[in-house]
C-alpha cells in the first residue's frame, strides 16, 4: 500500500535564499529520539552501490526499548532508490524514498520525508575526495511533526520522490564522479532501530561538450531554484538562464528540463505582491509539448514521476483554458497509455484518471 503525504501539507515557507553559500559541514541541534544506531552504520557497500545499516556491536539489553515485554529492534525499514544510477553534469537528482513499518503492531509516526521539514537528513558524499556536507535546502517548512502523526499497520509504508535541486550550498553534485546519498530518519519510535538500507550510489556524468555547457548554465544562479519550486516570475536570472540553454542547446537533455519549468511557470498565475499575472497559456502550450515530444519518443528519457505527470496535467489545464478540449483529452489518453503498467507512476496514472474524467 503506498501512502502519498506530500499533498496538502500545512507547512509555512520560512526562507528561499540565494545558492552561493560554501558548503559545510553541520549536524542536526535536535533530534527526537537517540540515533545512535545511525551514528554506527559502518556496513560494506554492496555490488549495487547501497549499504546496509548494521550496528557495529550488539546493542546492551538496557539500550533497547521495550514494548510488551519484548526487545523492538527493528521497527522501521527506510530505503532510498535513485530514479537511474547516472546522470549528466547538471541534471536534478531525484531518488525514492520509502519508510515502511516492518514490526508486527501499529506504530505511530510523522512520516516527512522532505528535507524541506528537517525531519529526515540528506548527506551528500564525493566519493573521490570523501568530502561529505549535508543538503541543506534552500528554503524550509515550519510544522509540527505532532500534527503529521499517522499510523501505520504491519507491512504499511510512505514513498516519496526527494529532489536534491536547491540547496543553501549550491548545486551539491557539480563535479563528475560517484556520489554518496545517505539518509537518516529521526522520528523513530526506538532509539535502536536498524532502519535498513538507507544509502545508495549515483554516478555523475560530464556528458559531451554541449551537454557540458548547459550544464554548467543549469547548476549556477537562479536555475535551481526555477527548477525546484517551477515558478517564480522574480527569479528573471534563472529564466534567462533556462531561455539560452533552449537557444543555444536545444538536443540536450537539459533543454528538457528547461522547457519543463519554463513550461509550469507560464501554465500557471503568479502573484507578485501586488498583482496576478494569469496563466500564459500560448507559452506555456508551446513549452510543455516539447517536453511531451520527448517523454514520449522512443529513446524517451528517465526523469521524475512528478515531471511527467505535472507535464501532462499542465499541458492539459492550458489546452483545456485555450479551448482546446479534445487535444487535452488526447493528452491525458495518452499518458495513461504510456504509464498504466508503471508502478512508479501509479499516484501520477490516479491522478490523470481523475482529470481526465472531469474534462
Not at 549528466?88 to 522532505?114: C, F, K, M, T, Y
Request: charged residues 20%; negative net charge; hydrophobic residues 40%.
Amino acid at each position: 500500500m503506498m501512502i502519498d503525504v506530500k499533498k496538502n501539507l500545512s507547512g509555512l515557507i520560512l526562507a528561499s535564499v540565494g545558492l552561493l553559500g560554501a558548503c559545510s559541514v553541520q549536524t542536526s541541534d535536535s533530534s527526537l529520539n537517540s540515533m545512535d544506531a545511525f551514528e554506527a552504520r559502518k556496513a560494506a557497500k554492496t555490488d549495487d552501490g547501497s549499504v546496509a545499516t548494521m550496528l557495529a556491536q550488539p546493542v546492551a539489553p538496557e539500550s533497547v526499548a521495550v514494548r510488551k515485554d519484548r526487545p523492538v529492534v527493528n521497527e522501521w525499514m527506510l530505503s532510498v532508490e535513485p530514479i537511474k544510477s547516472t546522470f549528466l553534469l547538471g541534471e536534478p537528482i531525484v531518488v525514492r524514498v520509502r519508510l515502511e513499518n516492518v514490526s508486527d503492531e501499529p506504530l505511530e509516526v510523522a512520516p516527512l520525508l522532505q528535507p524541506e521539514f528537517q525531519q529526515t537528513r540528506y548527506t551528500i558524499t564525493r566519493l573521490e575526495t570523501g568530502g561529505s556536507a549535508p543538503f541543506l535546502p534552500a528554503a524550509r517548512y515550519l510544522t509540527l511533526p505532532a500534527t503529521h502523526m499517522r499510523t501505520f499497520q504491519p507491512g504499511e509504508y510512505v514513498e516519496e520522490e526527494v529532489r536534491l535541486i536547491a540547496s543553501k550550498a549550491g548545486w551539491m553534485f557539480k563535479w563528475p564522479g560517484k556520489y554518496e546519498i545517505t539518509v537518516d530518519f529521526d522520528a523513530s519510535t526506538s532509539g535502536a532501530n536498524l532502519m535498513g538500507t538507507h544509502s545508495a550510489i549515483v554516478t555523475v556524468r560530464a556528458g559531451n561538450e554541449q551537454e557540458q555547457a548547459a550544464g554548467r548554465i543549469m547548476m549556477e544562479g537562479e536555475a535551481p531554484l526555477l527548477l525546484y519550486w517551477e515558478q517564480g516570475d522574480h527569479a528573471t536570472d534563472g529564466l534567462a538562464r533556462l531561455e539560452r540553454i533552449i537557444a543555444d542547446y536545444p538536443g540536450t537533455l537539459h533543454a528538457v528540463y528547461a522547457h519543463f519549468a519554463l513550461g509550469s511557470n507560464d501554465a500557471q498565475p503568479f502573484f507578485n505582491g501586488k498583482t496576478t499575472r494569469e496563466p500564459r497559456l500560448e507559452s506555456a502550450i508551446e513549452h510543455l509539448q516539447a517536453v511531451r515530444q520527448a517523454l514520449r519518443a522512443p529513446n524517451a528519457p528517465v526523469v521524475p514521476a512528478h515531471m511527467r505527470t505535472a507535464t501532462y496535467e499542465r499541458l492539459a489545464d492550458s489546452l483545456a483554458s485555450a479551448g482546446q478540449v479534445g487535444l487535452a483529452r488526447t493528452v491525458l489518453d495518452e499518458f495513461l497509455s504510456l504509464y498504466a503498467d508503471d508502478p512508479t507512476m501509479a499516484d501520477g496514472v490516479a491522478h490523470i484518471r481523475t482529470l481526465r474524467a472531469s474534462i
